[in-house]
């Protein structure tokens, strides 16, 4: 069964409007979780690594004021995309590292802003 | 620096007949291999794994995968083919050595399965 939830599965908002996805390890701690973003038709691009208790560590180009990590506790990272626009729309998928094990994926957010 | 190179954006195979999906990858340290499958609007599932072990590996659902080392590949491949197989796949290395555990992906390879 699945070991990484993300919620929620699909949202649709209005433009300038804050999105809080959450992605849960189900039956372990993750001190590590990873946010990617994936375009249509493309692959998945890093955009940040989120540490528990500390500070998420982002990739070149992505702006950490728009898009906000939270890791408060070894289950749960959150993204939020604030004030989204249209071209934040896509699909937005995180994975949480397990102790020897590879990183085990969520089933991803589908964002669409109007 | 680690990279990934799917050779085919898009596959197409009959019912039946062998798939191959293929990956070429470069590394500066001894790398760990994967094949994830993405199914529509879903997460990726594992497929399988390199980690330096056997270099001939059997994942899920038949499918294995080869790591080449002279050849820096990592070929996919499936005996026969399963309509339930139509799905994109994805490439991916890590570093083992630097301790990193990020992931690189290829760009994908869509396979579709005909009827």
């Known amino acids: 069964g699945a070991v990484v939830s993300q919620h929620p599965s699909r949202v649709i908002c209005k433009s300038g409007t804050s999105v809080k996805i959450e992605c849960r390890s189900l039956d372990f701690q993750a001190t590590t979780m990873f946010w990617y973003r994936q375009f249509p038709k493309k692959s998945l691009m890093l955009m940040a690594t989120?540490?528990?208790?500390?500070?998420?560590?982002?990739e070149q180009g992505v702006e950490k004021d728009k898009f906000l990590i939270n890791h408060a506790s070894l289950t749960l990272s959150t993204l939020t995309v604030t004030s989204a626009h249209p071209e934040d729309s896509s699909f937005y998928i995180c994975?949480?590292?397990?102790?020897?094990?590879?990183?085990?994926f969520g089933d991803g957010t589908r964002l669409s802003i109007l | 620096a680690q990279s990934v190179t799917q050779l085919d954006s898009h596959v197409s195979v009959s019912e039946g007949t062998p798939v191959l999906l293929r990956c070429n990858y470069s590394?500066?340290?001894?790398?760990?291999l994967f094949w994830y499958v993405q199914h529509p609007n879903k997460g990726l599932q594992l497929l399988l794994k390199?980690?330096?072990?056997?270099?001939l590996v059997k994942g899920i659902n038949g499918f294995e995968a080869e790591f080449k080392k002279s050849e820096t590949s990592f070929h996919l491949t499936k005996p026969s083919a399963h309509m339930s197989d139509a799905a994109e796949y994805f490439c991916v290395v890590s570093e083992v050595q630097t301790g990193a555990n990020n992931l690189f992906f290829g760009t994908g390879t869509r396979l579709t399965v005909i009827p």
């Open positions: 994975s949480a590292l397990r102790t020897g094990q590879p990183q085990h």
């Open positions: 590394s500066s340290y001894s790398p760990s």
């Open positions: 989120s540490n528990e208790g500390s500070k998420a560590t982002y």
């Open positions: 390199y980690t330096s072990a056997a270099t």
